[in-house]
């Protein structure tokens, strides 16, 4: 086969990733686990063509900007060398909800083109190594190969470029009953990109010695207790991985945050006190995701919607991981 088509769903942290290891390979320095999320996807097609003299990369209808051809190359380059495939390449993607909407669409995005070109190389790598080729591209991406709570790790010491560092699937979608509230918020001054930004929070916060050393604490505290199914302990945990990656970052002068980032906190907190467990995660954004109790997310939403700053609110749940559709030829 020649011709694939992938679909993927973003994902959302819990415990954040934030900065490499140095060296080679794009190794996250800390472990982190997400959620992946159903109702929003990217679908990408890809073919191996004799028929072209380079790759063609159309995303949401569009030529792909230089960094993103050039990133999509780079994959489709590691995919060849390891299928001893010489053709070119058209990769065709569209996402199906805004690219501004605060949600990553590189996780999705590189999740779903790891998958589609292996496939469409013949490659029969299975998820672990499909998660690793997706790492390679976008750290985040690993993450979304796999449905539900997921978690991955650092790699092993000393890590060289060829060692393989892939997501784990930690627990199914509906373990642990959750509602993501992704509330869009006005778009500030362009954001720092995240690579750079955590590349700025390594080198020069005062506090990321201090994040990196808490990062893997707060990771294994949550991984309980997801497993334990507390969403109260898992909230808390979130919110507390959350401020902690945004106050390292902070002191380093990367600031995501808006007035209305802190508007959205402060609802967060109001609903609180009023006896409704809400909890705050922030990426690399001003957007905030708000977690709450499926039962409650009618009135968490009612609150964040009306948040002076908030434009929308997305409603969205755990998913499943990866997958590919039966027919590559679908329109996109
Ligand atoms: C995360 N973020 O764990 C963290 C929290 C944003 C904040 O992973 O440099 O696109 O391509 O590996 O994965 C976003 O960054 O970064 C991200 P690279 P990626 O979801």
Redesign the pocket.
Known sequence: MSEALAVAHPNV?LS???GKRPGDG?FPAVP?L?VTLAGLATHTRVRFDRGLADDRVVLDGLAGDVRTHSRVVELLDRVRAAAGEGRRAEVVSRNDFPTASGL?S??SGFAALALAATCAAGLDWGPHRVSDLARRS????ARSIYGGFVELGVGPPAALERDVLAAQPLAAADHLPLAVLVCVTTEGSKAIG??EG?RMTIERSPYSRAWLDEAPRLHQSLRAAVLANDFQRVGELAEASALA?HASAIAAGVIYWTGATLQALSTVRALRQEGTPAFATI??GPHVKVLSRPADAGRVRDAMQATPGVERVIDARPGEGATLASDARETL
């Open positions: 942290a954040k990733y934030w794009r982190s997400s990553a590189s996780a976008s750290v985040s991406a995240s690579s955590m990656m990426d690399a």
